[in-house]
């Protein structure tokens, strides 16, 4: 079986419709996927660590990267800065492994320009009250910083029908079980089966 490249996947979403716990819960369950740590100017929340969960960056040294042309994609998402580095997904994809993709709008319309065949999934909250209680349970962020969030999660859901797949994120499973399906599906697109079961398909049609 030959190694195909991997398949490049982009989640995005109001902050706190659970992109994160769904990405997390993804990976404990599938093989062969990886998620890109991104770089952002924001401050560390408890219990976030530095090249696990972002790169932390200040804003200095973040000009300096999109001046190098390190970056994939980048925005500023709440008044912080946040972006993907090119070296983050590029050598996964090469290596045959997937790659997810945390970002907001702004940044998938960018990446959608530079790889036509990106995967992009949004997901919905069954409902402000419920987007703000997540957000409250997080118990991350200070009420300042969710009113904020509240506030940009309308512009934020208004580009959902930019995304090839929309996903509610009502119970955690039933949402799981969704991605995990678009993952599997992408997997198994002609054009990569071709080259994985080369062999195969050579044989069947001598
Ligand atoms: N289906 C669900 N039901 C109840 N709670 C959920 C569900 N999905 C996620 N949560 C919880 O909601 C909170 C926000 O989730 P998460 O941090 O994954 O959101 P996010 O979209 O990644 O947010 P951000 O963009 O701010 O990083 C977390 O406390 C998470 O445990
Ligand atoms: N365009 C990009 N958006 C990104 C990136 N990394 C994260 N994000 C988005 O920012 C907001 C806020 O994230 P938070 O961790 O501060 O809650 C959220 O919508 C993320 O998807 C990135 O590299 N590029």
Do not use: C
Not at 1 to 27: D, E, H, Q, V, Y
Not at 61 to 87: C, H, M, P, R
Not at 168 to 193: G, Y
């Amino acid at each position: 079986m030959t190694m195909t490249r991997g398949n490049l996947f982009i989640l995005s979403a109001p902050s706190g419709a659970g992109k994160s716990s769904l990405i997390k819960a993804l990976l404990e369950k599938q093989a062969n996927i990886k998620v890109s740590v991104s770089h952002t100017t924001r401050a560390p929340r408890p219990g976030e660590n530095n090249g696990e969960h972002y790169h932390f960056v200040n804003v200095e040294e973040f000009k300096a990267l999109i001046e190098k042309g390190d970056f994939f994609e980048w925005a500023q998402v709440f008044e912080n800065y946040y972006g993907t580095s090119k070296q983050a997904i590029e050598d996964q994809l090469n290596n045959g492994i997937d790659v997810f993709l945390d970002i907001d709008w702004q940044g998938a319309r960018q990446v959608r320009e530079l790889m036509p065949d990106v995967k992009t999934v949004f997901i919905l909250p069954p409902s402000r009250s419920e987007l703000e209680k997540r957000l409250n349970n997080r118990g991350q962020d200070s009420q300042e910083v969710i009113a904020g969030r509240m506030a940009e999660a309308k512009s934020e859901s208004s580009h959902y029908n930019e995304f090839d797949y929309v996903i509610v994120n009502d119970d955690f499973n039933t949402a799981l079980t969704e991605l995990e399906h678009i993952v599997v599906a992408a997997r198994l697109q002609t054009t990569a089966q071709q080259i994985r079961h080369k062999d195969l398909i050579t044989q069947l049609l001598a």
